[in-house]
């Protein structure tokens, strides 16, 4: 399975961006795979910022983003998102999104994307 993210950019604070991470490969039931994206920032560890239980029946959010943050997929285009509301500069960040087979989505999880960068101007 090969992952790869688009939608990062430059973003003024308050604004939006949505990142979009497709999934190709030996996918057998794409609604099987827990999804989640992690961030890094310059200097920081990677956090999870966003998850989503296999079969979309829940989601789980990091604090700092809670409120702010989306994240969906549509089954039919493999593919999953992320979207970000009333962005701010400490959502600066390389966002990656990652997928598993397991029941949880972690740091050890199978397959990532390859990142993609988001920057927020105050």
């Known amino acids: 399975v090969q992952l790869q993210a688009f939608g990062g950019g430059l973003a003024q604070a308050g604004g939006s961006l949505r990142l979009s991470c497709t999934a190709s490969g030996r996918i057998l039931h794409f609604n099987g795979y827990v999804m989640g994206w992690f961030r890094q920032a310059p200097g920081k560890e990677r956090e999870l910022v966003a998850s989503?239980?296999?079969?979309?029946?829940?989601?789980a959010y990091a604090d700092s983003v809670k409120g702010r943050f989306t994240i969906s997929r549509d089954n039919t285009k493999n593919t999953f998102y992320l979207q970000m509301n009333s962005l701010k500069p400490e959502d600066t960040a390389v966002y990656y999104c990652?997928?598993?087979?397991?029941?949880?989505?972690?740091?050890?999880?199978?397959?990532w994307g390859q990142g993609t960068e988001v920057t927020v101007s105050s």
């Open positions: 989503l239980s296999r079969y979309g029946t829940t989601t």
């Open positions: 990652a997928a598993d087979n397991s029941v949880r989505i972690t740091i050890s999880s199978k397959y």
